[in-house]
Structures are given as C-alpha cells and as structure tokens.
C-alpha cells in the first residue's frame, strides 16, 4: 500500500500548482481522501477532503474558492489544484486515505510547496 505525492514546487504569489496523490495497493474510491499540510513550526492541517463518491468536498476556509480536489478513480489518483497561491500556503502538502468504517489510514511522503517571490 503506497501513496505517492507530486507536483511541488517553487511558485511565485499568484501563481497556481497542481498536486498529484497516486494510490497503490488499495481501492481509493473505498476511502475518504485527504489532503494536509504543515507548514514549519505548525500543526498539521486539513486542507481539502473529498468522498468516496468523489461527489462530497470540503475544504478549509483558509483556502475555499482558491484550492478544487478531485479524483481520477481509473487512475486511482487525487488531485489538489492550487490557484491563487499565497506565501501563507508555503508547507509540506500530505496525501491520506482515510477507511470511514474502519478508519485503516495511509499516508504519503508529503511534497514541498512554496510560494515566494
């Protein structure tokens, strides 16, 4: 079972990245997908999570109307779309799969973003 984060990088204020969580070893449409961060010194945060059905989004206010998650089940990836960036949303970006029956979670190495002029 593995989870497998891409797409960080160096972006300038504005700018828009967009993050990749490809899933192996489990069924992500079985799952609650995340997506966190933790910027240095800070707790770990929910950024963005969306259901099995990849119907139902949530996303923290902090980035609302700036970051969109989705999902490809056939490519058995989630995406995080950045737009907007701001020096603010500079962190390590973590993938995490969630079981909301058994609550089994996976996580993935995390991938480093940072907006800065």
């Known amino acids: 079972v593995q989870l497998v984060e891409s797409g960080g990088g160096l972006v300038q204020p504005g700018g828009s990245l967009r993050l990749s969580c490809v899933a192996s070893?489990?069924?992500?449409?079985?799952?609650?997908m995340r997506w966190y961060r933790q910027a240095p010194g800070k707790e770990r945060e929910l950024v963005a999570r969306?259901?099995?059905?990849?119907?139902?989004?949530h996303y923290a206010d902090s980035v609302k109307g700036r970051f969109t998650i989705y999902s490809d089940n056939a490519k058995k990836t989630v995406y995080l779309q950045m737009n907007s960036l701001k020096p603010e949303d500079t962190a390590v970006y973590y993938c995490?799969?969630?079981?909301?029956?058994?609550?089994?979670?996976?996580w993935g190495q995390g991938t480093q973003v940072t907006v800065s002029a």
């Open positions: 995490c799969g969630i079981h909301p029956e058994t609550i089994q979670t996976y």
């Open positions: 969306i259901g099995r059905d990849g119907g139902v989004t």
């Open positions: 070893g489990f069924t992500v449409t079985r799952y609650t």
